[in-house]
């Protein structure tokens, strides 16, 4: 069970969340025309061993989505953050 | 075997009915069904997994692998129970399982016979081997093998009982109830810790409860519980087993509340599945008592020392009067002088070469005959034991004199004791090996948040396992900020003999030839023979994760409770190795077997997943609508008049809407408060065309993409002020559209001033359409002005209905005259019943998702069948809404080559000749050639359209645009039924809007 | 005026479930009375405070602890967002600075209670809600069979549970099949 420490309502069981996405890439800005940075966005990952930063939403709460980091290796759960206090 | 008329903690003023097989079995409370068994002689209770060898009971907890039986009947039937920790109770029904026609006498008992063939590694080599491409041979031999090897039989009836979840928090979680669990608990409650106590035994005091009653530990014991029954920070749990221990310190436990009665009484649960919480966990669940293996090591009548102790003590059992004990340690002494005390004639085979006159005094004095330096070789009996083969060993096990041949009804046997180390090794922990104690312990580590305590650890006499307990408590509750004294440990001075001494690992008996005398077991739970583990390593087997795999040595239910060391020290020596260089395999959950019901909880039938109703739902069941499912949401399918069918009904009511009028609940649209200075440009952003110019009071139909360029949703935006707007999607993608936008708002577009909020629940929403919804909503909602000027497509107004205020939007979805009209839920049923009282005059009907699917198939509109996540805005004909002149959602990537490729199949519609229509999902081929491979498309959408009088569908084709006319086939291949088509435009119905127009 | 009609009108009927004897529970249920939510961007707490403070709520109130006063009570479900109950009509409130909204119609009131109520919440939520943990006044926003919820603690044994109204007969028959083996008493409006 991965226990996330979502900063608004404190420690709560990963079921109370979705996994949204990779928190590692950035989105492309609105005005990028060219299609190998959409290319990256979307498709293109790594796959780190170790810790790992993700995007969570705590759907089932909040509702704020998170920046966690998570170690792939260890399945340890470090800092969690609101998303929109992360400098992208 | 007889029950002794004194002693042992069962209650002979409670006499219960028990049966195995139909026998009646002499029980009383505090009864396992094992030690009824044996209380009733009862020597053969199950078959073996793969020989189908007569199994007997052979432990007393809950390694046990023989005593596996069919318990209770009808729809509470259970397999694969282990006898030995079933609580007797009045009514226990049993049965022998795996075995035809009985367990005494078993056909599949033949299969022995061929076990040169059934030996490790048997599937593979059947598979790859010289009955490879045989596959007619395979599938009758398997048929065979399927039926004769396995456990026991399930039902199929539904478990009449309830099972529930429930979740604990707690600083310290204390796993078993013995002697270091009662310790470590009472440093803990002491110092205020919140303390949780497990014991899967129905009793407390673990080992203790296998010592004659009323001796000093039993005294320790209840006043410990004493103790700790008082304090209101501690929660003592028996007949509960922790199962698992998992990641973010959360363990899995399962509490058998009434599993000792008939029948769960006063609407109680069966099972509880504890989900805790604990910061530290002590893992105080002792250690198993290991088998010696030597030749017929599993005939009924061979039992772990340990064992044979616990029928006398605890159940006052006598389990053999002709007994030899066998044993490389200290801790059979006390099995063999309790059994010599309570009349048996007890020969004591010691396979160590010397002993210390201390420790064999008392066991002479009780009257045991004792040899020194010798082992059992061989058991022998045809369904139990009748004597035992004794030889004189040397230090490997290997027999170096003449055997000797000793009647007995009974071989105990102690090969030393594996600490149960499981739990910690679900928390990936490697246990390391202890030369002492011949064992694998748990690594003692700093700030772990399990540690371990008691035998366990390997301790070495009761005081050490006391102390250890204690110590383990107070640090966990320091450790979770309890630094209230612990007080004085409860001290027990008692330093005698205890298990686990004196340990020589000496654990297989062979003759001079190296090998053992007949079948020889390492595993009983799956028939993994000492002579398995040689071929393994004969054929190149190293790893001893391999090795398990290969012979299937310690998987399943066993996960190396009693063949883990055996087969491992086996291995070893094979390799010339230590046994920690070869190493152990990883324990994983759970630790004994649990049930699915206790995992599951109330998650089934109905509630196995949240259902959602719209605030008029209760009318559509009351005036017989037929049900569907829509995701969560149930919606009325269609409402069926005086012997209508799902057709004849939904082909009146679509005909109904475009003749008359008719209703429907849209409730279940998707609806997004969109509010903000910024709302705009987010609009903007989200979908394909643009809504900078949309003014308050109109609407705009809009289509919105993935990041990756294909449709993800469509729906109509309404401005409702300056800085607000009304956002509504599809039904199913409404949780996926608000998190997407979330996502956005709180990571890249974070400078937006917008907020989102679902008013999915705030508002209902019901559409009216058909040539007459003009002058029923007109004449419903006095003073709205919902003329074709006034209000014309696309616009919406406010009306009040008796002081409650709604919006109508004029909007079409089935190409009549249509409205949707939003109405705050809690008013939604008694608007909706107003529209239908009063609507009788225009011959309103409500219609449902059938209908409205046919309404817009008609009209060619896409829905979910077509924004299926594989269309794009060009295949589906909706690229002319997609703005140049901003950038949105997928607007680069939807431009990839790949997605521009002029053969991508193109919505298209269907005229489907003869009387019976497609089904969706038909693949489109061509009139002529093969019908083979992926075809030129697919059918999405399909229905019998009233207004064309024929079958019509909407389908995906190939370069579609160009090929109106053409006549294409339709196969369904898994109706096996192929079809011709026209294709024609998708707007089968007044292509030119007319009629929404009106 | 036209019927308002509960979402929990096929269950508020008085009645008796489950286990015999004492009971353990007893669930209700009662409409919101004027649910708004007021939300806003970078000067959010100013914008609230002026809001709040019209309502004769002080302060912002925390993630867990609600701010009530004159029968009513303010959440901080988000860092800009906060739910407000018997708010009357804030539609005025809404500019540039702070968006308002109504769900009034969105949510309805589940009321559990009796001595085993806490029980009941802990088969239901993954929480530690023992009294120390989630004492009265204090608030969750959490899952109960996955559906999004917001439980007040009305007191020792009472809670009060907002759940979404097309959610709502989901989650009270959860609750009611949780509760039964204490005994359940459905109290009717």
Redesign the interface.
């Known amino acids: 069970?991965?226990?996330i420490k979502c900063p608004?309502?404190?420690l709560?069981?990963?079921?109370?969340f979705?996994y949204?996405?990779d928190a590692t890439v950035?989105?492309p800005e609105?005005?990028?025309?060219?299609?190998q940075p959409?290319?990256d966005?979307?498709?293109n990952r790594d796959n780190p061993r170790g810790w790992h930063k993700e995007?969570w939403?705590h759907?089932?709460?909040?509702?704020?989505?998170v920046v966690l980091e998570r170690n792939t290796l260890?399945?340890e759960?470090g800092e969690c953050k609101?998303?929109?206090e992360v400098e992208? | 075997m007889k029950r002794l008329d004194t002693g042992g903690r069962i209650d002979r003023s409670k006499p219960l009915s028990v049966t195995f097989d139909g026998t009646a079995l002499p029980a009383y409370h505090g009864d396992t069904l094992a030690s009824a068994m044996l209380a009733g002689d009862t020597m053969v209770v199950g078959r073996s997994f793969k020989y189908h060898r007569p199994r007997g009971v052979y432990s007393a907890g809950v390694e046990e692998p023989g005593a596996m039986v069919h318990l209770r009947d009808g729809n509470r039937h259970e397999p694969n129970a282990r006898a030995t920790v079933v609580e007797a109770f009045d009514g226990l029904v049993s049965s022998g399982q795996n075995a035809w026609p009985n367990v005494r006498f078993d056909v599949g008992a033949v299969n022995g016979l061929f076990s040169p063939f059934l030996s490790a590694g048997f599937y593979y080599k059947t598979f790859i081997g010289p009955f490879k491409n045989t596959t007619k041979f395979w599938m009758m031999c398997e048929a065979f093998i399927r039926k004769a090897a396995g456990m026991g039989r399930g039902t199929y009836l539904e478990d009449p009982d309830h099972y529930e979840k429930r979740n604990a928090f707690c600083d310290v979680l204390v796993i078993g109830g013995g002697v270091a669990g009662l310790s470590a608990a009472l440093a803990a409650g002491r110092s205020g810790a919140k303390v949780i106590l497990a014991e899967q035994d129905f009793e407390l005091g673990g080992a203790v409860l296998s010592e004659p009653i009323g001796g000093e530990d039993e005294a320790w014991v209840e006043a410990v519980l004493t103790e700790l029954q008082s304090m209101e920070n501690v929660r003592i749990l028996t007949r509960t087993t922790a199962f698992g221990a998992?990641?973010?310190?959360?363990y899995g436990l399962v509490e058998r509340v009434s599993d000792h009665l008939k029948a769960p009484e006063n609407h109680q649960v069966r099972q509880r599945y504890w989900?805790v919480?604990a910061e530290r966990s002590i893992l105080a669940t002792g250690a198993i008592e290991r088998p010696l293996v030597f030749g017929g090591n599993d005939k009924p009548g061979v039992m772990l020392a340990n064992a044979a102790r616990t029928y006398l003590n605890r159940f006052a059992i006598l389990p053999g009067e002709s007994v030899v004990v066998c044993t490389n340690n200290d801790s059979a002494y006390e099995t063999a002088a309790e059994l010599a005390r309570a009349g048996a004639t007890v020969t004591l085979a010691e396979m160590r070469a010397s002993v210390p006159s201390s420790l064999t005094h008392e066991a002479t004095e009780a009257g045991v005959s004792i040899l020194i330096g010798h082992a059992v070789l061989e058991a022998r009996g045809k369904s139990r034991v009748a004597s035992a083969v004794v030889v004189p060993i040397d230090a490997s096990g290997q027999a170096s004199g003449a055997p000797k041949t000793i009647p007995a009804d009974l071989i105990a046997t102690s090969g030393g004791w594996s600490p149960a180390v499981h739990l910690w090794s679900h928390l990936?922990g490697k246990p390391i090996y202890n030369e002492d104690a011949a064992c694998f312990i748990p690594r003692s580590e700093e700030n772990h948040k399990m540690q371990a305590a008691g035998t366990a650890m390997a301790t070495t006499s009761l005081s050490e396992t006391i102390e250890q307990g204690f110590d383990q408590g107070v640090k966990a509750a320091q450790a979770t900020g309890h630094a209230k004294e612990c007080g004085a440990r409860p001290d027990h001075f008692m330093t005698g003999a205890y298990w686990q001494r004196g340990i020589e690992p000496i654990w297989a008996v062979v003759r001079t030839n190296g090998k053992c005398q007949g079948k020889a077991f390492v595993d009983f739970q799956h028939d993994v023979k000492i002579s398995d583990i040689d071929q393994a390593h004969l054929e190149g087997y190293v790893s001893v994760e391999h090795l398990k795999r290969y012979t299937t040595t310690g998987m399943a239910t066993d996960q190396g409770k009693l063949s883990n060391v055996n087969a491992l020290a086996r291995m070893s020596e094979l390799r010339g190795m230590k046994i920690p260089e070869v190493g152990t395999t990883t324990f994983r959950p759970p630790f004994t077997p649990i049930s699915m019901a206790s995992l599951v909880g109330h998650e089934h039938g109905k509630h196995f997943r949240p259902t959602r109703l719209s605030p008029i739902h209760h009318w559509h069941v009351e005036n017989g609508a037929k049900m569907t499912e829509a995701g969560a949401w149930m919606r009325p399918w269609y409402y069926a008049e005086a012997g209508e069918g799902l057709d004849e009904a939904y082909i009146r009511e679509a005909a109904h809407v475009r003749e008359h009028v008719g209703m429907v609940d849209v409730s279940t649209l998707g609806k997004i408060a969109i509010q903000g200075p910024d709302a705009a440009e987010f609009l903007n952003?989200m979908y394909v065309n643009g809504w900078k110019t949309l003014q308050v009071g109109r609407l705009r139909y809009g289509v919105m993409l993935r990041?990756?360029g294909f449709v993800m949703d469509d729906g109509a935006t309404a401005r409702l002020g300056e800085h607000d707007y009304f956002m509504s999607t599809t039904t199913a993608n409404a949780a996926k559209v608000l998190?997407f936008s979330?996502?956005?708002l709180?990571?890249?577009w974070?400078d937006l001033k917008v907020h989102v909020t679902t008013v999915t629940d705030q508002w209902a929403a019901i559409a009216v359409a058909g040539p007459k919804a003009r002058d029923l909503l007109s004449n419903v909602f006095k003073g709205a002005d919902l003329s074709r000027e006034a209000l014309p497509n696309n616009h919406f107004t406010y009306a009040k209905l008796d002081g409650v205020a709604v919006r109508i939007h004029r909007m079409s979805y089935s190409g009549e005259l249509a409205y949707e009209v939003y109405i705050p839920s809690g008013y939604a049923r008694a608007v909706w019943e107003t529209l239908h009282e009063q609507g009788q005059k225009y011959r309103i009907k409500p219609y449902g998702t059938e209908s409205m699917s046919t309404l817009r198939i008609e009209k060619g509109h896409v829905a979910g069948p077509e924004l299926e996540g594989r269309t794009t805005m060009k295949d589906l004909g909706l690229e002319a809404f997609a703005s140049s002149k901003k950038?949105f959602v997928g607007s680069?990537?939807r431009?990839?080559p790949v997605l521009e490729d002029p053969e991508r199949p193109t919505l298209v519609g269907l005229e489907i000749d003869g009387a019976t229509g497609a089904k969706s999902g038909s693949i489109l081929f061509p009139k002529t050639g093969e019908t083979k491979g992926h075809g030129d498309g697919w059918v999405s959408s399909t229905t019998y359209s009233p207004a064309l009088g024929k079958n019509i569908a909407l389908a995906l084709l190939k370069n579609g645009s160009s090929r109106k006319g053409e006549t294409v086939r339709v196969v369904n291949f898994i109706g096996n039924e192929t079809l011709t088509a026209k294709v024609v435009s998708h707007h089968f119905f007044d292509p030119k809007g007319e009629r929404q127009n009106a | 005026m036209l019927e308002l009609c509960s979402p929990l009108n096929s269950k508020l009927q008085a009645g008796r479930f489950g286990a015999q004897g004492e009971t353990g529970i007893a669930l209700g249920g009662r409409p919101v009375r004027d649910l708004w939510q007021i939300a806003g961007w970078g000067d959010f707490e100013a914008a609230a405070i002026e809001v709040l403070s019209d309502l004769g709520l002080c302060g912002l109130g925390s993630?867990?602890l609600a701010s009530r006063a004159k029968g009513r009570t303010a959440w901080r479900?988000?860092?800009d967002k906060i739910l407000i109950e018997n708010a009357g009509n804030l539609s005025d409130y809404m500019s540039a600075n702070l968006a308002t909204l109504d769900l009034s119609h969105a949510r309805t009131v589940i009321l559990l209670s009796g001595t085993q109520a806490r029980d009941v919440l802990s088969q239901l939520i993954?929480?530690d809600v023992t009294e120390t943990a989630f004492p009265e006044g204090r608030f969750?926003?959490?899952?109960i069979h996955?559906?999004?919820v917001l439980i007040q603690c009305m007191g020792q044994n009472a809670f009060e549970i907002y759940a979404p109204v097309t959610w709502a007969e989901t989650v009270w028959e959860v609750i009611c099949e949780n509760a039964k083996p204490f005994g359940v008493e459905i109290v009717a409006d």
């Open positions: 069970m991965i226990r608004i309502c404190g709560r069981n990963e079921t109370e979705t949204g996405a950035k989105r609105m005005g990028e025309q060219e299609q959409w290319v966005y979307v498709f995007y939403h759907v089932q709460g909040c509702r704020q989505w260890t399945h759960i609101l998303a929109r992208q | 998992y990641d973010g310190d959360v989900m919480h990936f952003r990041e990756d998190a979330e996502h956005l709180q990571t890249a974070k950038p680069v990537l431009k990839r | 993630y867990s479900i988000a860092p993954a929480i969750l926003q959490t899952g996955h559906v999004g």
